[in-house]
């Protein structure tokens, strides 16, 4: 059974960073794309980063440059580092898995949630200003 368990997320002041990091059991992982989403206070989940099994990854215009999407397939873990963390990041963040043998691209994956069929339970990240 494939399991997802998110940590890492907190409170921060505008400016900081936090990495969250997603614990995976339960499958091959290395055959399995990756994402994070979030879903923020009376907004839509959206797709934050997404990295597929060759390790290209892709990411939302608003945390280009900001945010970096890794996984260390030898720790079945997945990781997200966010720098100059704004407000308006402030959601619950998801971590998600689609396979076994995804062969989907890190760039379509980004925009269809539904294709992730394994979620985590979230971590809660706050940034005041």
């Known amino acids: 059974q494939v399991q997802l368990v998110e940590s890492g997320g907190g409170s921060v002041q505008a400016g900081g960073s936090l990495r969250l990091s997603c614990a995976a059991s339960?499958?091959?992982?290395?055959?399995?794309?990756m994402g994070w989403f979030r879903q923020g206070p009376g907004k839509d989940r959206e797709g934050v980063a997404t990295?597929?099994?060759?390790?290209?990854?892709n990411y939302a215009d608003s945390v280009k440059g900001r945010f970096t999407i890794s996984r260390d397939n030898g720790e079945n873990t997945l990781y997200l580092q966010m720098n100059s963390l704004k407000p308006e990041d402030t959601a619950m963040y998801y971590c998600?898995?689609?396979?076994?043998?995804?062969?989907?691209?890190?760039?379509?994956?980004?925009?269809?949630?539904?294709?992730?069929?394994?979620w985590g339970q979230g971590t809660q990240v706050t940034v005041s200003s």
């Open positions: 998600a898995a689609r396979g076994p043998r995804c062969a989907a691209s890190a760039r379509w994956l980004l925009s269809y949630s539904w294709a992730f069929g394994y």
């Open positions: 339960g499958y091959a992982y290395n055959s399995y794309c």
């Open positions: 990295i597929d099994n060759a390790g290209t990854t």
